[in-house]
C-alpha cells in the first residue's frame, strides 16, 4: 500500500509542477526547460545522494542507474517533445499514456513480475480515463500536416518509457539507494543534452539563448517539483511492482483537471470526456492499488 500512495503522490507533485511548466513553456522553449529541470535535479539531488550513499556502492547498479536516466528522462522525454512538434499535446498525451503497458510487458519478461487480469483491467480503464481527460482539458489544434509515420514518436517514448522504469526497478533490486539512482539518472541525462546543444549549434542554432537567467526564473520552482515527484515514483518502485508505479501515476490527468479551475482556467470544461474520464481513473486506481 505504501507504494501506491507514493507513486499517487508522485503523479499530485508532477501535475503541480507540470500547471506551472504549461503556463510558461512557450516563453522559455522545450529546451529551456529540459536544461533547467536537468540542471535543478542535478542541484538538488547531489546532497540527497552523497547523504544516502552509506553502504558499499555496487558498481554494477551505478552502472544500471546511468542507463536508465539516459533512457527516461533522458531520451524518453526528447521524443516526447518530438511528438508534441509533430502531432500535438493532445495526441501525444493520449499515445504516451500507454507506458503502464509496456512497462507492464518489460517487467514481466525482465523483472518476472505478476500481470494478472485485475491488474490489466485496471492499467486498461487508467490508460482510458486518462485519454478521455485530455481530450477533455486540450484544446490544442496545431497538428501539423498529420504523417503515419510520426506516431513511431509517441510509441518510441512509451516504449522507452516503459523500459526506463523497469532498469530503475532493476537498478533498485541490486542497490536499494533511490536518491542515488535519480541522481546518477539526471548526470547520465545532462550528457545526452549536452550532446543535442552541440549538434544544435553546428547547425547554426544559437541553442545557448534558450537558457539564461529568466529561465531558470520561470522554471526553477517546478523543477524542484518535477525533481521532488522522481524521488517518490523511485521510493515507490522499492515498495511496489513497475506494474502498480506507472499505472498509478497515470492519475496526474486527474489531479490536473482539479488544478486547472485555479491556475488554468481556460482549460476547465466539465464534459462527458471528463466526467467519464474521472470515473475510469478512480476505478482504475482502485483496481491496481489492490493488487
Not at 500507454?98 to 505478476?114: C, G, Q
Not at 484544446?139 to 516504449?159: G, Q, V
Not at 524521488?231 to 515498495?239: G, K, N, P
Request: glycine letters at 6%; proline letters at 3%; aromatic letters at 12%.
Amino acid at each position: 500500500m505504501l507504494g501506491s500512495v507514493l507513486a499517487v503522490s508522485a503523479a499530485l507533485t508532477w501535475a503541480i509542477s507540470n500547471i506551472s511548466i504549461r503556463r510558461n513553456i512557450e516563453e522559455a522553449g522545450f529546451l529551456a526547460v529540459s536544461l533547467v529541470l536537468t540542471v535543478t535535479g542535478i542541484l538538488f539531488f547531489t546532497p540527497l545522494a552523497i547523504a544516502s550513499i552509506g553502504s558499499q556502492p555496487d558498481f554494477r547498479a551505478i552502472m544500471v542507474f546511468l542507463l536508465a536516466g539516459f533512457i527516461q528522462p533522458g531520451i524518453t522525454r526528447i521524443l516526447y517533445y518530438m511528438s508534441v512538434e509533430k502531432l500535438g499535446v493532445t495526441i501525444t498525451s493520449s499515445l504516451t499514456s500507454s507506458v503502464p503497458i509496456f512497462s507492464t510487458l518489460f517487467a514481466y519478461m525482465i523483472l518476472k513480475e505478476e500481470a494478472s487480469y485485475t491488474l490489466w483491467l485496471g492499467i486498461l480503464l487508467l490508460i482510458i480515463g486518462s485519454i478521455a481527460i485530455q481530450l477533455s482539458i486540450s484544446h490544442d489544434a496545431r497538428t501539423k500536416d498529420f504523417k503515419i509515420r510520426y506516431l513511431i514518436y509517441p510509441f518510441a517514448s512509451s516504449i522507452f518509457g516503459g523500459i526506463g522504469y523497469v532498469a530503475k526497478k532493476y537498478g533498485l533490486n541490486i542497490w536499494n539507494a533511490p536518491a542515488v539512482g535519480i541522481f546518477l539518472g539526471y548526470i547520465s541525462s545532462s550528457i545526452l543534452y549536452f550532446f543535442i546543444l552541440i549538434a544544435l549549434n553546428r547547425r547554426n542554432h544559437n541553442s545557448t539563448r534558450f537558457i539564461d537567467g529568466r529561465s531558470f526564473n520561470l522554471l526553477w520552482k517546478p523543477s524542484i517539483g518535477i525533481a521532488t515527484g522522481h524521488l517518490l515514483s523511485s521510493y515507490a518502485l522499492t515498495y511496489a511492482d513497475v506494474s502498480i508505479v506507472t499505472s498509478l501515476q497515470q492519475t496526474q490527468p486527474l489531479f490536473v483537471i482539479l488544478l486547472a479551475r485555479r491556475y488554468l482556467p481556460k482549460l476547465e470544461i466539465i464534459d462527458l470526456k471528463l466526467i467519464l474520464g474521472t470515473i475510469a481513473i478512480l476505478c482504475g486506481a482502485i483496481l491496481v492499488s489492490t493488487i
